[in-house]
């Protein structure tokens, strides 16, 4: 059912504790009370928004995807079908393809800056913290950026839900990075601006600035110039 968002459908809105700005289309009646949604948003059906989520004007949302816990989204971001998305922001401009998951255990916090990208399936870990910078493409598919590690679980013997040696550390991606698709990055590490890592690598040290890197495990190729 179509819902654009007439008089009758704000006020009730409103009396549930909801925000909906002007001329948004809401195509859901899963909308939890706290959210608030701007000006001129597309929201698809079957999408689920969640009470502490907040999305500022021109967001477009495709259908059967989840916004849940803490998720903030700027201005004209663009989240595509079947996304579950928790404990993010997400900055202006910025794109999160289709049957991108987050998830984890922990506290952490994802933060994407303006002009961004995130590709088809690939999955980020909150179970630590993940702060990825303005102009970055994370290409799909599959593409993880994992910040916890279970191998001293796995050693140590120790049963599934006993979390003593399942060890967290964040991740931080730079401005004006490139990422490839099914690559792997390991908690801590730090990709420093304007670098390259190419398709299917797995970076388990830290990048330095104009780098391009690859492999498995991720070496260094070769410096990265922007007259390239």
């Not at 079908?81 to 984890?104: D, P």
């Not at 964040?170 to 990055?185: A, F, K, Q, S």
Request: charged residues 20%.
């Amino acid at each position: 059912m179509q819902m654009s968002l007439k008089f009758n459908y704000s006020f009730l809105f409103r009396s549930l504790g909801i925000h909906i700005g002007k001329k948004s289309k809401i195509y859901t009646l899963k909308i939890k009370r706290g959210s608030v949604i701007g000006n001129y948003n597309l929201i698809s059906k079957f999408t689920e928004i969640g009470s502490n989520c907040c999305m500022d004007d021109n967001v477009k949302i495709g259908k059967n995807t989840i916004l849940s816990g803490y998720t903030v989204l700027n201005k004209n971001v663009i989240i595509g079908r079947n996304v579950i998305l928790q404990n993010i922001e997400i900055g202006e401009n910025s794109h999160i393809e289709y049957e991108v998951l987050t998830m984890g255990l922990g506290k952490g916090k994802i933060k994407i800056g303006k002009e961004s990208y995130v590709g088809v399936r690939s999955v980020l870990d909150y179970s630590d913290n993940i702060t990825i910078g303005d102009y970055v493409h994370i290409a799909g598919p599959s593409t993880g950026l994992w910040t916890h590690s279970s191998a001293k679980q796995v050693l140590s013997g120790d049963k599934l839900m006993d979390k003593t040696h399942r060890t967290t550390s964040p991740i931080t991606i730079e401005n004006n990075v490139y990422i490839g698709g099914n690559c792997t990055i390991y908690p801590g590490v730090k990709i420093g601006h304007h670098s390259i890592i190419a398709p299917n690598s797995a970076v388990t040290k830290d990048v330095e600035p104009y780098s391009l890197v690859g492999g498995v495990p991720a070496r260094f190729i070769k410096s990265v110039k922007l007259s390239d």
